[in-house]
């Protein structure tokens, strides 16, 4: 019964995700990742929630997400709250994250699996400081819903409600 509470976000993030969706395959560059020139990448949480944006180049709305991030003074505070990370979905890479107290080593396609990426593209999971996903994003948000899905994380307000009571979409 409480999954049908979470029919309305999940009905408005396909919505955004059909509308607002690149495709995974739709880039046909392979630039590096702007996390790190290195095959090799770390994710780490730094004692804090973590983001992590799988994107790739020339997708409208990645390219639209990394604006925000970087020009929009809420998103770029909130964000700053937080360590991020851009997984670039077209370029094999091999990430080490935290798991369960220690360490895991996979590959982009190890981690679009553990974190349910399908292939549209911006798609972010947000986790708390622990590495435990809080929230998962399938398509671009505007910048004001954004935030809120930010403060969302930053504050925990997780640990009291659901994401379309705290959106109010409920």
Same mark, same amino acid.
């Given at each position: 019964? *409480?999954?049908?509470? #979470?029919i309305?976000?999940?009905?408005?993030?396909?919505?955004?995700?059909?509308?607002n969706?690149?495709?995974?395959? $739709?880039? *046909?560059s392979?630039?590096s $990742?702007?996390?790190?020139?290195? $095959?090799?990448?770390?994710?780490?949480?730094h004692?804090?929630?973590?983001?992590? %944006?799988?994107?790739?180049?020339?997708?409208? #709305?990645?390219? &639209?997400l990394?604006?925000?991030?970087?020009?929009?003074?809420?998103? *770029? *505070?909130?964000?700053?709250?937080?360590?991020?990370y851009?997984?670039?979905?077209?370029?094999?890479k091999?990430?080490i %994250?935290?798991?369960?107290?220690?360490?895991? &080593?996979?590959?982009?396609?190890?981690?679009?699996?553990? #974190?349910g990426f399908?292939g549209?593209?911006p798609?972010?999971?947000?986790?708390?400081?622990?590495?435990?996903?809080?929230?998962k994003?399938?398509?671009y948000?505007?910048?004001?819903m954004?935030?809120?899905?930010? &403060?969302?994380?930053?504050?925990?307000a997780y640990?009291?409600?659901? %994401?379309?009571? #705290?959106l109010?979409?409920?």
């Amino acid at each position: 019964m *409480k999954a049908v509470k #979470y029919i309305p976000f999940f009905v408005f993030l396909t919505v955004f995700l059909i509308i607002n969706g690149c495709s995974k395959g $739709s880039s *046909k560059s392979s630039q590096s $990742s702007s996390n790190e020139n290195s $095959s090799v990448v770390r994710i780490e949480t730094h004692n804090k929630p973590t983001m992590l %944006i799988f994107d790739v180049q020339g997708c409208t #709305y990645c390219q &639209k997400l990394r604006n925000d991030l970087k020009n929009n003074p809420g998103v *770029k *505070k909130l964000a700053g709250e937080m360590s991020v990370y851009r997984i670039d979905a077209a370029r094999e890479k091999t990430y080490i %994250i935290p798991h369960n107290g220690k360490t895991l &080593k996979t590959d982009t396609k190890g981690l679009e699996y553990i #974190y349910g990426f399908r292939g549209s593209t911006p798609y972010i999971v947000m986790t708390d400081k622990n590495f435990k996903t809080v929230l998962k994003i399938p398509g671009y948000m505007k910048p004001a819903m954004f935030e809120k899905a930010l &403060k969302f994380v930053l504050t925990k307000a997780y640990k009291k409600t659901d %994401i379309n009571t #705290y959106l109010g979409l409920n």
